[in-house]
């Protein structure tokens, strides 16, 4: 499930992008209190930017339920789901009342940014990527990981779609986004600084919802 992403619309009011990790000042109260009432959250990025983990402590924060798309994808032995099937999958699993749904997989975006209240998007450094990519193989218990079945391979393949996401997968996802949820709150994390002085600004803001 890898494919091809632009710039953001640096137009629309709803999109706040932090370059250099600048202070989370520049980022709209506004903004924040709309993802902290977001009922349906959807947090896109390469592999290896921290979505799961970032997906975690969202849905912690917020109260929502967490939907890990690799869990439901991948099937014992990391054999994927038909697209056939994972396209009906998916089209039950944005039903559910609320989530954080932590997936980039390009083919659904369709189906998934119209249904998400609010997108969060991990847009880390290739290098970075590969470098916890690296350290999750080495440091994770395989066996009981909540987000995918055990054995991933790391192959030329994967590392592959990893190294050519900014200027492959990145401009197809931002063209989803302009295409079928132009309007949606959104936010653009650049490094472990955003995320933690994101999820700092919003844990009192979920307590005000």
């Not at 202070?23 to 990025?45: E, F, P, T, W, Y």
């Not at 997906?55 to 924060?61: F, V």
């Amino acid at each position: 499930m890898w494919h091809a992403e632009s710039k953001y619309n640096h137009r629309s009011s709803f999109v706040a992008k932090w370059k250099g990790c600048p202070r989370l000042s520049m980022v709209s109260h506004n903004l924040i209190q709309q993802i902290a009432s977001a009922k349906r959250i959807l947090v896109l990025g390469s592999s290896g930017s921290g979505k799961t983990t970032l997906s975690i402590q969202l849905a912690r924060i917020l109260g929502l339920n967490m939907i890990h798309l690799d869990a439901h994808f991948w099937n014992p032995g990391w054999v994927p789901t038909s697209q056939p099937d994972w396209r009906a999958k998916v089209a039950t699993l944005i039903e559910v009342e609320n989530w954080v749904m932590d997936g980039t997989y390009e083919s659904t975006l369709d189906l998934r940014i119209p249904a998400a209240d609010a997108l969060v998007i991990l847009d880390r450094s290739r290098w970075g990527c590969l470098w916890r990519i690296v350290k999750r193989k080495c440091t994770i218990d395989d066996d009981h990981r909540p987000d995918a079945p055990a054995g991933q391979a790391i192959d030329r393949a994967f590392l592959s779609y990893v190294w050519r996401y900014p200027q492959k997968t990145r401009p197809f996802v931002s063209q989803c986004i302009r295409q079928y949820g132009p309007e949606k709150p959104r936010i653009e994390l650049k490094c472990s600084r955003d995320i933690q002085e994101f999820l700092h600004q919003l844990t009192p803001s979920a307590g005000a919802v």
